[in-house]
């Protein structure tokens, strides 16, 4: 079966940071345009960065710039989401997915495949 899987999750405080993961299982990302979204409770999923196959084009969302980075790692086909001066309202559940169109828009969710089972982030003192 084809799917991505995350990881990296966990609890932190405001202001610290994690590294979140995604890997493919069952094909290559390499190629792929990769999203990461998150979905809060409560809250419809939104999407959070993207990254291009080239591993250079990248799109954030307004409300993350300048805090998350996003990465592909080619040697270990994976590709991260770095999260950096965290807020409460940055808790919620990770997912990534692949872009089939490879184009990066991340407000056309339907053209996202491969959706994993999503990694917890939850930004408490």
């Known amino acids: 079966q084809l799917q991505v899987v995350e990881s990296g999750g966990g609890l932190v405080q405001p202001g610290g940071s994690l590294r979140l993961s995604c890997a493919a299982s069952?094909?290559?990302?390499?190629?792929?345009?990769i999203g990461w979204f998150r979905q809060a409770p409560g809250k419809e999923r939104e999407g959070v960065s993207c990254?291009?196959?080239?591993?250079?084009?990248?799109t954030y969302a307004d409300s993350i710039k300048g805090r998350f980075t996003i990465s592909r790692d080619k040697a270990n086909d994976a590709v991260y989401l770095q999260l950096g001066s965290l807020k409460a309202e940055d808790t919620a559940t990770y997912y990534c997915?692949?872009?089939?169109?490879?184009?990066?828009?991340?407000?056309?969710?339907?053209?996202?495949?491969?959706w994993g089972q999503g990694t917890q982030v939850t930004v408490s003192s």
């Open positions: 997915a692949v872009d089939m169109t490879g184009m990066c828009e991340l407000r056309w969710q339907y053209r996202f495949r491969y």
């Open positions: 069952g094909f290559t990302l390499d190629g792929y345009a």
């Open positions: 990254i291009r196959s080239d591993g250079v084009t990248t």
